[in-house]
């Protein structure tokens, strides 16, 4: 299941990309516009996710099958090097909530500057050249206002989904004694809220007590 999931997401979000591209006029001014904005981030967060659940080996049992989606993922996503995201995402879950921890913050708790700092551990030279090429690609089949408004925005506007659902809320201080030992905690509100906002990486506490359970089985382990 773990691959059928994962192959979907990523099935989806290249349709959906070229459908944009070829179908949908940018127009500022159609709610029809930003509804494809808003579903392509939803898809570009998906690709993490996949990419997240292939880090902890719960997409296939098979390792280079496994393995390959995740680096599919991690390159589709942004260019990212999935054996930088494989080691960051390791000492994330030995030391969460601490100094050593790469997707922490313990200069400031603000919002802003902990997603930049969250963000300098991933973006490398490598990955923006990446980037600028596909860019560069991409132009020869759509004009720059769509590539923008359809891959660039919703690539941006997936890591702040991601960071604020799946780390700074879940992580921020204070962190009191029901967090130990993993410095996490559970976003409350229902199963529905839970998938939208982040493929129920918002149960965060329990992805750090069993982080080989896939995303589309978190719920079952919710505490509250």
């Given at each position: 299941m773990g691959v059928i999931y994962?192959?979907?997401?990523?099935?989806?979000?290249?349709?959906?990309?070229?459908?944009i591209f070829l179908e949908v006029r940018t127009d500022f001014?159609?709610?029809?516009?930003?509804?494809?904005?808003?579903?392509?981030?939803y898809l570009f967060t998906g690709l993490f996710i996949t990419a997240h659940d292939s880090m902890h080996g719960s997409i296939s049992t098979n390792k280079k099958l496994n393995t390959l989606i995740g680096v599919i993922s991690s390159f589709l996503f942004a260019g990212l090097s999935y054996k930088r995201l494989l080691d960051n995402h390791k000492l994330h879950h030995r030391y969460p909530g601490t100094e050593k921890d790469p997707d922490y913050s313990t200069r400031t708790q603000n919002l802003f500057y902990w997603w930049v700092i969250f963000l300098s551990h991933y973006v490398s030279l490598i990955q923006i050249i990446i980037m600028a090429i596909v860019f560069n690609i991409l132009k020869?089949?759509?004009?720059?206002?769509?590539?923008?408004?359809?891959?660039?925005?919703?690539?941006?506007l997936s890591t702040i989904q991601l960071f604020y659902f799946?780390?700074?809320?879940?992580?921020?201080e204070p962190h009191d004694e029901k967090m130990k030992p993993h410095n996490a905690r559970t976003l409350k509100r229902n199963h529905i809220w839970a998938m939208l906002s982040c493929y129920?990486?918002?149960?965060?506490l329990e992805h750090h007590e069993s982080p080989s359970t896939p995303w589309w089985k978190m719920y079952r382990l919710k505490k509250n």
């Open positions: 994962a192959i979907t997401i990523i099935v989806l979000w290249f349709v959906h990309l070229v459908y001014m159609s709610p029809l516009f930003y509804a494809h904005i808003i579903l392509q981030t020869l089949f759509a004009d720059e206002i769509s590539i923008i408004s359809f891959w660039v925005a919703p690539a941006i799946g780390t700074y809320k879940p992580h921020m129920f990486f918002g149960y965060h």
